[in-house]
């Protein structure tokens, strides 16, 4: 479904990645950070080990389709059930 915009739920998600990719990355820094996809939710938070944290707490949220690119590029690797960490030597 688009939204009245005529734009794609794709692209918002796409431009909306793009705005936050390289906080994520910023934040998976961090000792112990890993990207989580908490139960019932399609995206992924940046979880500091406290749960899910959002924008305003230096995390931020990415999208399936940002996750599985930067997996691909080999930024960030599978570490548990929709829990992702990022590669040693990677950034943005």
């Known amino acids: 479904m688009q939204p009245d915009t005529g734009e794609s739920t794709a692209s918002i ?10 906080r994520v990355l910023g934040a998976l820094q961090r000792p112990g950070a890993t990207l989580v996809k ?3 939710l ?7 080990g406290d749960g899910p944290v ?11 389709a940002a996750v599985k690119r930067l997996e691909r ?12 960490a990022l590669i040693d030597g990677a950034s943005s």
């Open 13 to 22: 998600e796409a431009r909306a990645d793009a705005s936050v990719i390289d």
């Open 38 to 40: 908490p139960p019932k």
């Open 42 to 48: 399609t995206s992924y938070f940046v979880d500091f």
């Open 54 to 64: 959002g924008e305003w707490e230096g995390g931020g949220r990415l999208s399936p």
């Open 73 to 84: 590029d080999k930024k960030i690797k599978w570490v548990g059930t929709g829990r992702y």
